[in-house]
């Protein structure tokens, strides 16, 4: 059972799995072949489904046409049975060999090539198979070399070049010619692929002094003989006993002696081969997105031994390069130790300096905390208003001096009692229920309330209360803060008794057109009752009528008197009073003169509902008067014949009762409009200037309403908004 899951698992796995092969041009252990190998391997390596073959041509040292024939057969027997996602060829065998078994081996296979010397976009044409090719150039820079070699050595008398007749030597002698002719006027440039390695070696021992020698390739001599990179490059090497400097085209000699040079990196090869591969098998991409690098990556990199042997001055190439095979000096061996240590000291320097660096901070810090401490002890008990603060449970844990000499103690007795300590008990519950709220909400909240004291006084007080929260944001407690509004209340007060002083003269004239009328009726039946006597018709039956027609006049005008009076008299407490009341209270006193003031005067109320107020009455009463005044005086001061009309609209919604007073007879200026309520400020020659502004005051600040006033269509509108029940509820509300 165990094995049988471990095939099903296998099986499963290897179904999802992409297959690479990697086809190289040469043998396993051709320093090129395995350094690109190397890399590939390592690259995808941490793809766990990616899969990698790899097989070796071997074609440094098989050429033939039957070889290659052979080799085709062997695969095709050998890959029978295995699906390929993509092909990677390395170098100009293996990449000429995938094209050629496109339609059999390698059908329809994505290909990517490396290490191709002198490649021609024109094969991909012919062969049909742009569509299927990407990969990188290895495009040897024999030019930048020769430039190279001509910087370095200066002097240089005689350039050996040394080359086989590879596939690769051929095609890099065919770039040479030209390079040679530019540089021959410079230098003596022989050229040998012909020799057998007798006759080279002899060739280098001979070299004259002031020599360079450019190794290109050398797997095979003229004679037929083999030679590994490294064992045909060690003889040539010995040849010169050291004399003569060694330049290359490719990295993986620089380990065997080779001076270096503008080279051709197998590892550079291998990287950018193994991200395409990745691009196309992991991130989706297609081959035919991924353009070809014609620009191969080559780098000057040289060999520090040999450059210290030649004493060679490198900054006379004035480009990037890399140095190689540099001696282990102490510091490069233990570099990152050192490095460590280094980076360890230095933070822990900084360390050192921020810690000192923040104990000063801290105790400037804590100088000037103890500082703001006591500037915020002498600003609390400077501050004429009472403020205590306490804690989430409701105990005092201070207060300023205010507070503690509005109740007569010490502020350290002050600490640890409650509100029960000071308010009484319903205004204590009421308070506890508010701080409740506020810790909920995190809010602030402004409440009215009336102190009275031992020794008969009484204080109307604003208490203000907001949240404050401890440094870790949890709810430390409330903070309270008393102000004593009794003298503002009863300035106010008075400022609104002088506003009904200032209307009394319209109230007496009013008075006067309310009493003219009984006055003249009473004249008459005095005067009846008298002719009766006179004609001694006098019945009792006449004497009982006279007094019942008297007295419903003498009662008519004690109303007068008595509505008179109390509109003169201060509200004492709010009370719930009807808006209809307070209007027909307002017309008994000036209706008349109104009327005969030939003034046309509408009211609009609602029919269906009585609306009330809570709130000051009289001091409401005053309003209404002052503003029907003021549009009655304004119309007489016209003196004009026309239609006058006062408009009065009632309405009311949800929250509010809304009042429009208008009246046609003349509009406000706009430069002054937004001043009427300002105290002080009248357009009447004889004005005070406070009959508005007190509005204002009672409408806004007493009754928590607003008034307001614009002109419309040639007329003034007074707008009124005034709360139904407006603190109905809080029975401390100060007068």
Same mark, same amino acid.
């Given at each position: 059972?165990?094995?049988?899951?471990?095939?099903? /698992?296998?099986?499963?796995?290897?179904?999802?799995?992409?297959?690479?092969?990697? &086809?190289?041009?040469?043998?396993?252990?051709?320093?090129?072949?395995?350094?690109?190998?190397?890399?590939?391997?390592?690259?995808?390596?941490?793809?766990?489904?990616?899969?990698?073959?790899?097989?070796?041509?071997?074609?440094?040292?098989?050429?033939?046409?039957?070889?290659?024939?052979?080799?085709?057969?062997?695969?095709?027997?050998?890959?029978?049975?295995?699906?390929?996602?993509?092909?990677?060829? =390395?170098?100009?065998?293996?990449?000429?060999?995938?094209?050629?078994? %496109?339609?059999?081996?390698?059908?329809?296979?994505?290909? &990517? *090539?490396?290490?191709?010397?002198?490649?021609?976009?024109?094969?991909?044409?012919?062969?049909?198979?742009?569509?299927?090719?990407?990969?990188?150039?290895?495009?040897?820079?024999?030019?930048?070399?020769?430039?190279?070699?001509?910087?370095?050595?200066?002097?240089?008398?005689?350039?050996?070049?040394?080359?086989?007749?590879?596939?690769?030597? /051929?095609?890099?002698?065919?770039?040479?010619?030209?390079?040679?002719?530019?540089?021959?006027?410079?230098? !003596?440039?022989?050229? $040998?692929?012909?020799?057998?390695?007798?006759?080279?070696?002899?060739?280098?021992?001979?070299?004259?002094?002031?020599?360079?020698?450019?190794?290109?390739?050398?797997?095979?001599?003229?004679?037929?003989?083999?030679?590994?990179?490294? %064992?045909?490059?060690?003889?040539?090497?010995?040849?010169?006993?050291?004399?003569?400097?060694?330049?290359?085209?490719?990295?993986?000699?620089?380990?065997?002696?080779?001076?270096?040079?503008?080279?051709?990196?197998? +590892? =550079?090869?291998?990287?950018?081969?193994?991200?395409?591969?990745?691009?196309?098998?992991?991130?989706?991409? %297609?081959?035919?997105?991924?353009?070809?690098?014609?620009?191969?990556?080559?780098?000057?990199?040289?060999?520090? @031994?040999?450059?210290?042997?030649?004493?060679?001055?490198?900054?006379?190439?004035?480009?990037?390069?890399?140095?190689?095979?540099?001696?282990?000096?102490?510091?490069?061996?233990?570099?990152?130790?050192?490095?460590?240590?280094?980076?360890?000291?230095?933070?822990?320097?900084?360390?050192?300096?921020? /810690?000192?660096?923040?104990?000063?901070?801290?105790?400037?810090?804590?100088?000037?905390?103890?500082?703001?401490? %006591?500037?915020? @002890?002498?600003?609390?008990?400077?501050?004429?208003?009472? +403020?205590?603060?306490?804690?989430?449970?409701?105990?005092?844990?201070?207060?300023?001096?205010?507070?503690?000499?509005?109740?007569?103690?010490?502020?350290?007795?002050?600490?640890?009692?409650?509100?029960?300590?000071?308010?009484?008990?319903?205004?204590?519950?009421?308070?506890?229920? +508010?701080?409740?709220?506020?810790? @909920?909400?995190?809010?602030?909240?402004?409440?009215?309330?009336?102190?009275?004291?031992?020794?008969?006084?009484?204080?109307? $007080?604003?208490?203000?209360?907001?949240?404050?929260?401890?440094?870790?944001?949890? +709810?430390?407690?409330?903070?309270?803060?008393?102000?004593?509004?009794?003298?503002?209340?009863?300035?106010?007060?008075?400022?609104?008794?002088?506003?009904?002083?200032?209307?009394?003269?319209?109230?007496?004239?009013?008075?006067?057109?309310?009493?003219?009328?009984?006055?003249?009726?009473?004249?008459? #039946?005095? #005067?009846?009752?008298?002719?009766?006597?006179?004609?001694?018709?006098?019945?009792?039956?006449?004497?009982?009528?006279?007094?019942?027609?008297?007295?419903?006049?003498?009662?008519?005008?004690? @109303?007068? &008197?008595?509505?008179?009076?109390?509109?003169?008299?201060?509200?004492?407490?709010?009370?719930? *009073?009807?808006?209809?009341?307070?209007?027909?209270?307002?017309?008994?006193?000036?209706?008349?003169?109104?009327?005969?003031?030939?003034?046309?005067?509408?009211?609009?109320?609602?029919?269906?509902?009585?609306?009330?107020?809570?709130?000051?009455?009289?001091?409401?009463?005053?309003?209404?008067?002052?503003?029907?005044?003021?549009?009655?005086?304004?119309? &007489?001061?016209?003196?004009?014949?026309?239609?006058?009309?006062?408009?009065?609209?009632?309405?009311?919604?949800?929250?509010?009762?809304?009042?429009?007073?208008?009246?046609?007879?003349?509009?406000?200026?706009?430069?002054?409009?937004?001043?009427?309520?300002?105290?002080?400020?009248?357009?009447?020659?004889?004005?005070?200037?406070?009959?508005?502004?007190?509005?204002?005051? $009672?409408?806004?600040?007493?009754?928590?309403?607003?008034?307001?006033?614009?002109?419309?269509?040639?007329?003034?509108?007074?707008?009124?908004?005034?709360?139904?029940?407006?603190?109905?509820?809080? !029975?401390?509300?100060?007068?």
């Amino acid at each position: 059972m165990r094995a049988f899951l471990f095939i099903l /698992l296998f099986s499963f796995s290897s179904l999802f799995a992409k297959e690479i092969l990697l &086809l190289h041009s040469y043998h396993k252990g051709y320093a090129w072949s395995d350094e690109i190998s190397n890399t590939i391997e390592k690259t995808l390596f941490p793809y766990e489904d990616i899969e990698l073959t790899t097989v070796y041509m071997d074609t440094k040292r098989n050429t033939q046409k039957n070889y290659i024939d052979n080799l085709a057969l062997l695969y095709k027997s050998k890959f029978e049975n295995r699906k390929f996602d993509l092909i990677i060829t =390395s170098d100009n065998n293996a990449f000429d060999f995938a094209l050629q078994q %496109k339609n059999t081996l390698f059908k329809n296979l994505p290909i &990517l *090539f490396c290490g191709v010397n002198n490649f021609e976009q024109t094969l991909l044409e012919t062969e049909k198979m742009t569509h299927l090719v990407s990969g990188v150039v290895e495009q040897v820079d024999l030019e930048k070399n020769f430039k190279l070699i001509s910087t370095l050595h200066p002097n240089t008398k005689k350039l050996l070049i040394i080359n086989d007749k590879s596939k690769t030597g /051929l095609a890099i002698k065919k770039d040479l010619i030209p390079i040679i002719k530019m540089y021959k006027k410079k230098f !003596e440039i022989e050229y $040998i692929d012909n020799m057998d390695i007798k006759a080279i070696k002899q060739k280098v021992k001979n070299l004259p002094k002031q020599s360079v020698m450019l190794f290109i390739l050398f797997s095979k001599d003229s004679q037929g003989e083999y030679f590994t990179y490294k %064992k045909g490059f060690k003889k040539i090497k010995e040849s010169t006993k050291n004399l003569v400097p060694i330049y290359g085209l490719w990295d993986f000699y620089l380990s065997h002696g080779l001076m270096g040079g503008l080279l051709t990196s197998a +590892i =550079s090869q291998g990287e950018i081969i193994s991200k395409m591969a990745i691009d196309i098998l992991q991130n989706g991409k %297609k081959i035919n997105d991924l353009r070809i690098i014609t620009k191969s990556p080559n780098h000057y990199i040289f060999n520090y @031994k040999e450059v210290k042997k030649h004493n060679i001055n490198l900054k006379l190439l004035n480009e990037k390069y890399t140095l190689v095979n540099e001696p282990n000096t102490i510091y490069k061996k233990y570099k990152q130790f050192f490095i460590v240590s280094i980076f360890v000291v230095i933070i822990l320097t900084i360390v050192v300096i921020i /810690l000192r660096a923040n104990i000063q901070r801290r105790k400037i810090l804590e100088r000037d905390l103890q500082n703001i401490v %006591k500037f915020d @002890k002498v600003l609390l008990n400077t501050i004429p208003s009472a +403020i205590y603060y306490k804690n989430k449970d409701g105990k005092i844990l201070g207060s300023n001096q205010a507070f503690a000499d509005l109740f007569q103690m010490k502020k350290q007795d002050v600490i640890g009692k409650t509100a029960y300590d000071f308010y009484p008990k319903e205004l204590a519950l009421k308070n506890e229920h +508010i701080d409740k709220e506020l810790f @909920k909400t995190l809010g602030k909240n402004r409440s009215e309330l009336t102190l009275h004291f031992p020794d008969n006084s009484m204080k109307h $007080i604003i208490l203000n209360k907001a949240v404050y929260l401890n440094s870790d944001s949890s +709810i430390g407690g409330i903070v309270c803060i008393m102000d004593d509004i009794t003298e503002r209340l009863q300035q106010k007060q008075f400022l609104i008794q002088q506003g009904k002083l200032a209307e009394m003269g319209d109230m007496i004239a009013a008075i006067a057109h309310q009493w003219n009328e009984p006055l003249v009726e009473l004249s008459a #039946q005095v #005067q009846d009752i008298q002719t009766s006597y006179l004609l001694d018709e006098l019945q009792k039956n006449n004497v009982d009528q006279f007094v019942k027609e008297s007295m419903v006049q003498i009662q008519y005008m004690s @109303k007068t &008197l008595s509505d008179f009076r109390n509109f003169l008299k201060p509200s004492t407490k709010r009370v719930l *009073f009807s808006v209809k009341e307070s209007f027909d209270e307002i017309f008994e006193i000036i209706g008349k003169q109104i009327f005969y003031s030939n003034i046309d005067l509408e009211i609009i109320y609602p029919e269906d509902k009585e609306l009330l107020i809570y709130g000051y009455e009289n001091e409401f009463k005053q309003v209404l008067l002052n503003i029907i005044n003021n549009a009655k005086n304004k119309i &007489l001061d016209k003196n004009k014949e026309g239609s006058f009309k006062i408009s009065i609209n009632i309405s009311s919604n949800e929250k509010h009762t809304l009042i429009k007073i208008c009246d046609n007879g003349g509009t406000i200026d706009e430069k002054v409009i937004h001043s009427i309520f300002d105290p002080y400020f009248t357009t009447k020659k004889d004005g005070t200037g406070f009959g508005l502004y007190m509005a204002k005051v $009672i409408i806004e600040d007493k009754m928590h309403g607003q008034i307001t006033v614009h002109n419309e269509n040639n007329l003034v509108v007074f707008s009124l908004k005034i709360p139904h029940l407006s603190g109905k509820s809080d !029975e401390n509300t100060p007068t």
